[in-house]
């Protein structure tokens, strides 16, 4: 009986020792993996297709390093794109956008892809 009970709490101890692991590693790649989705979405809702943007090509994606501080601010590294006037429709755009969500962000890549229907 003794030996039963200690192979039991054994395997209670070793499965919530092993729960709490994964629930430690998962949650802050979660949190901040979710914060940039939304903040994806968020700004690719914001941007509008400009009337100067007639055909669908490769040359229309448009690819911004940025991150958003506390305050919602999109902080803009990097632009490029092939396409010179999008470049710098998007990198206007971003430097006067204000996201709701304002759990902050690090670094990450944003892909604008342009394309009319």
Not at 31 to 59: G, L, M, Y
């Amino acid at each position: 009986m003794k030996k039963s009970i200690k192979t039991t709490a054994f395997i209670i101890g070793y499965f919530i020792l092993m729960s709490t692991f994964g629930i430690i590693a998962a949650v802050p790649g979660n949190i901040e993996k979710a914060a940039k989705e939304n903040v994806r979405r968020e700004i690719i809702r914001n941007i509008v297709c400009p009337e100067f943007v007639t055909a669908n090509t490769e040359a229309n994606d448009v690819k911004a390093l940025i991150s958003v501080d506390e305050n919602g601010s999109v902080n803009v590294f990097e632009i490029t794109s092939t396409n010179a006037e999008l470049k710098n429709y998007v990198a206007n755009t971003l430097k006067g956008m204000k996201i709701q969500n304002t759990i902050p962000t690090e670094k990450f890549v944003l892909v604008v892809k342009f394309r009319v229907a």
